[in-house]
Every structure is written in structure tokens, then in C-alpha cells.
């Protein structure tokens, strides 16, 4: 599974997750960089791992990256990029990368912050996302979506089970078992992921299309912390097709091409 999704801030660009064979490739395009080396941090949305990068690239364990934020030789964040995280969601991400490099500071010696010699606790919400192998806190409020979607994350990603699909994860392994029919036979074809179109319309989004169809494409994007589905087809119509959502404007992609470009809140 190959997805793209941009990366804004002092330094500007894109990042490209190539997930297969139990590896996540990350390689990162970026416009400019006069900051030197940067440092590079992802998560899942539960917690957060630290990217070696070696010619703009790098290998993780097999995860799903919903974000990623770069530091400068200084420790501060300088750029992220979003695939599918609200601001709240964004705000915790950042606190617990500030809070691993504020740790590792520590241990090279320098100065401890807290005089006392005791930890400062992060803001509410913080423990979501942890260093990498840190359970997540089953004291955090988490939403009923999104408790969903980190149970399955956890099932797919790091060999866990999710707690509230429990049932239905166990009748598909019992079916792959028994070599009844293979889950890879009865999934349809999945779409193509592509590079954002509209980095400077939609730059938290990302984007994909159906195998054939090189007229219509589809985006998931994160507006103001808000999750919008968006709808693009290409077209130097007058009038924009019907039925692909609301907000229809008109617009030019990267390539040069116009699109007529709908969107409906998730």
C-alpha cells in the first residue's frame, strides 16, 4: 500500500508511505532546507517512533503513519504533516514529541527542567501517543470512533486484537485457518493512492484513484479539524458534474489541469 500527504511549516514538501512485507518505507520530498539536518518523528495515532533518515528516506516496523513532524538541531518542531489526525489529535502528537525530546536532553546531561528531580506531567490527552512499546493508558477518555479505530490499528498493525470487534476478527482468521476463502479473493481491487493535487488548497489530505479511471479522484482532508470527503474531476466544463458534494469550485492542480471540486463533511 503506497499513500502520499503533505508537509507544511518552515520547511515544505511531501512524504510518501510505501507499507509491504512487514516494513514501512518513508521518503521525504521536500522544497527547501536550509536548517541542516532535520530529525523525523511518526505515529499512528497511539504512539510515536523516531525516523533515522538516510538520503531522505526510512524503515519502521509495518504501521500505518497518520502524521509526522520535523525538528531542527535545536529540538524544535519546524514541519508536519497530517493524513488523518483532528487538531486535538495534532496538539497531543506534537506535546509527546516535545516530551521525547525533552527527555532526551536529560539524559545527555543537560540541565533537568524540574529542580525537584520529579517528571512534568503531560497536558490532558497527552498520553495518547507514547514512545514506542508504551501501552497506551487505558485510563485516557478516548471517543467511541476513535477508540474504534486505534483497537483495529493495534489488531492490524501490532499484533494485537481490537476489544470492540473482537467477534469478527476472530470468524475471519478462523476462515483464512481453514483455507475456506482468502481475504485478499473477496476484497475488490484497491484504489491507486496519488500525490496531493491541491497541496495548496487541501495540504492535510491525501488522495487516491480507481484503477482505469484517470478523470475522477477522491481525498479524505482535514480542514480546521474538521474531516471532509472530497470529490475532483477533471474537466474544462462550464458547469460542474453532478453529485460531487457541496462547496463545487472550480480549481488547477499541481500538473496544470482544472478540476471541478466538491466536498462533503465526513
Known amino acids: 500500500m503506497v499513500y502520499f500527504f503533505s508537509i507544511t511549516g518552515r520547511v515544505s514538501g511531501s512524504a510518501r508511505i510505501n507499507v509491504r512485507r512487514g516494513r514501512t518505507e518513508v521518503c521525504l520530498k521536500l522544497r527547501r532546507n536550509g ?14 517512533e523516531k525516523l ?68 512534568a506531567k503531560p497536558k490532558s490527552g497527552a498520553e495518547k501517543m507514547l514512545p514506542s512499546g508504551s501501552p497506551i493508558s487505558s485510563d485516557t477518555p478516548r471517543s467511541s470512533a476513535a477508540a474504534d479505530i486505534l483497537d483495529m490499528a493495534n489488531y492490524l498493525f501490532r499484533g494485537g486484537e481490537p476489544k470492540r470487534n473482537k467477534d469478527t476478527a476472530q470468524e ?3 476462515q483464512n485457518t481453514e483455507g475456506k476463502v482468502s481475504a485478499r479473493d473477496t476484497m475488490p481491487e484497491e484504489p491507486e493512492a496519488i500525490e496531493n493535487p491541491f497541496p495548496q488548497f487541501f495540504p492535510n489530505s491525501y488522495w487516491q484513484r480507481k484503477a482505469g479511471d484517470e478523470k475522477r479522484i477522491t481525498g479524505t482532508a482535514n480542514i480546521r479539524g474538521v474531516k471532509y470527503s ?8 462550464k458547469y460542474p458534474p453532478h453529485g460531487i458534494g457541496h462547496s463545487v469550485r472550480k480549481l488547477r492542480s499541481n500538473d496544470g489541469r482544472l478540476y471541478w471540486v466538491g466536498m462533503t463533511k465526513i
Not at 38 to 46: I, K, P, R, S, V
Not at 65 to 83: C, E, H, K, P
Not at 230 to 237: E, F, G, M, P
Request: charged share 25%; hydrophobic share 30%.
Open 35 to 48: 536548517l541542516g539536518e532535520l530529525g523525523c518523528f511518526l505515529t499512528d495515532g497511539n504512539h510515536i
Open 230 to 237: 472530497v470529490i475532483a474531476v477533471r474537466s474544462n466544463s
Open 172 to 174: 475471519v482468521r478462523q
Open 52 to 119: 533515522t533518515l538516510k538520503n531522505g528516506c526510512g524503515n519502521i516496523g509495518e504501521t500505518e503513519v497518520s502524521a509526522l513532524a520535523l525538528t531542527d538541531d535545536s529540538g524544535s518542531i519546524v514541519s508536519v504533516g497530517n493524513r488523518n489526525l483532528t487538531a486535538k489529535e495534532m496538539e497531543d502528537f506534537r506535546t509527546g514529541v516535545r516530551l521525547m525530546l525533552g527527555e532526551k536532553k536529560r539524559t545527555g546531561g543537560e540541565e533537568a527542567l524540574n529542580k525537584q528531580g520529579q517528571k
